[in-house]
């Protein structure tokens, strides 16, 4: 199946790349040999846990607000989320020297709450579910002409996103298989689409969890399926699909592999213990799957890319006990 | 002060790090700007939690094992530790293919005798004190004609750990200054023969709990004093300082600075939430005595040596609750 005629090209991808590398970290490749001994293969990993916000989400926040006309931006920019994109747009704005302004519903942590505010955003409290969101984000933009961000479902953003491709291919000489987790889609078909424009050969897979399969559904009915209730510990793959990103998915991506809560707690207990590195769960979501044996890499040795680093260390008990009889 | 005339010379030094160097790895240097922004400095954290175990204590284990003649070890090696000298000493064994017997007080954390397994060690239990373990130590050693490793009190040892402070004197051009934790007083020692051998105008200090703050009175007696009663949450530092560690430490170590267990705690937290990496909370004691003011830095940037990730996640809420109402 072709990409979608709107998805990003080759060059709008390089572009990409060059317009945030002032800004963002070209971040390190880690491995681990007890990992990818029991994974069977070498497993490197993508840290993007170590990128500005502590989540790859910044470069496509990023990438969208340097294309802006000033104009749009300068009375600030608008976004809701609980997660890393609120840091992530609340960073570039500040970068960009705009006010941002935050919807978050009013049941989120603190510390995500704190980390927003670190960055300079605003917040704007609403009521925890989507339509109260988009409303209260609606309203923003109309009163202070603020200019909205999608987290996924934009060509800027996933353009940004696929710069975590890009960089993969520049540091491997021959990078065989690309695994990233997959939320809206962004960072997936970014990743897809520098694969096909300049990788050799490279396939790449996503890694969801069961509970939070809404992609994998999307791929096998070949229509793009709602959001799953959110229940999964992975709370940065909660989310539904974007219409642009599925598209790209259909076209570019190999495959999507599934994989248990208890499977993630272990593949997350796993880096932070072996590797001695901090990711969220979301992040071990990939390693879930290919420990799993869900990821069809025939052989070939994986690229995972670890999405983020922003738990509540807090949440650790509630999360390891997910694994309690393990 | 001198000295003492049993201290590794800088070629002794050298040689140390070039024998254990195909095993061990060069560790990073990562910095964070909000934690130099905190400290009034750019701190550099040299990686030991991403050393072989986990922990600097592999590079002092490996030295001394690859000196000694074959019929010494051929019938294995013993130590007694409950904490990153036994997985050091049983790494390092194996890499030798020689047995590796483990004395641990019977009230050992379960993941660190799981650890210990994992390099192959053979565990021997006793009764949780000092005594228990010097004789079932020594019993081993009557027993099986074993060879015994001392953690810290030992040139050779002395002499690995240093390595840490020849690769900072490689990767900067300009050290400012080194700061280190003390518990036995291994990493601290080599670190500063490091620096007066191979250094220029380079200070060492040194960081240590309140509640083990053994190296700090020992410093300001002018004699070795004995090991506080074991409660600091830094269970790496809870040791006594060793004898040649402490000569040399007196000799070329310019200070060292306490800080409080909330510290401990902040800083750790600090560590893991800004720069995503696991860090034990022995490791996190620098950071807090810088934090508190206590090193006379005047005015320098610093490199802190992050001694080791080795932390139960099982022991985080615990951990954290020492800040509670922080």
């Known amino acids: 199946m072709d990409l979608p005629a709107d998805a990003p090209n080759g060059e709008e ?13 070209r971040t390190a490749l880690m491995s681990n040999a007890t990992i990818s001994r029991l994974v069977g293969t070498t497993v490197l990993f993508k840290c993007e846990n170590f990128q500005k916000v502590g989540a790859f989400k910044a470069r496509g926040a990023l990438n969208h607000l340097l294309q802006q006309p000033w104009e749009r931006i300068e009375k600030g920019v608008v976004t809701h989320s609980s997660g890393n ?3 992530a747009v609340a960073w570039a704005a500040r970068l960009l020297k705009v006010p941002a302004r935050i919807v978050m519903p009013e049941n989120s942590a603190a510390v995500k709450v704190a980390a927003v505010r670190r960055y300079g955003g605003e917040i704007a409290f609403c009521e925890p579910n989507d339509e109260a969101r988009e409303t209260a984000a609606r309203k923003i933009v109309e009163e202070t002409q603020s200019h909205f961000v999608h987290p996924y479902d934009n060509r800027d953003i996933i353009a ?11 540091q491997l000489d021959h990078p065989e298989l690309i695994l990233a987790p997959v939320g809206g889609g962004g960072l997936l078909s970014g990743c897809a689409l520098a694969a096909r424009y300049y990788g050799t050969d490279l396939p790449v897979w996503g890694a969801e969890p069961e509970l939070a399969s809404d992609a994998y559904q999307s791929l096998r009915e070949g229509r793009r399926q709602p959001a799953m209730p959110a229940k999964t510990v992975a709370d940065g793959l909660r989310t539904g699909l974007g219409e642009l990103n599925f598209g790209i998915i259909r076209s570019a991506v190999k495959g999507i592999g599934l994989c ?9 207990r796993l880096i932070w213990e072996r590797m001695k590195i901090v990711v969220e769960p979301s992040a071990a979501v990939p390693l879930a799957a290919l420990l799993e044996g869900t990821i069809d890499r025939g052989g070939r040795q994986v690229i995972v890319v670890l999405s983020g680093g922003n738990v509540d260390l807090n949440r650790i008990p509630e999360i390891l006990a997910l694994d309690e009889d393990g």
Chains 1, 2 share one sequence.
């Open 13 to 25: 991808l390089r572009e990409a790349r060059e317009r945030i590398a002032p800004w963002v970290h």
């Open 85 to 87: 994109h609120a840091q």
């Open 160 to 170: 940004g996103q696929a710069s975590v491709g890009l960089e993969i291919v520049e």
């Open 260 to 268: 248990s809560e208890k499977s993630i707690v272990r593949a997350m």
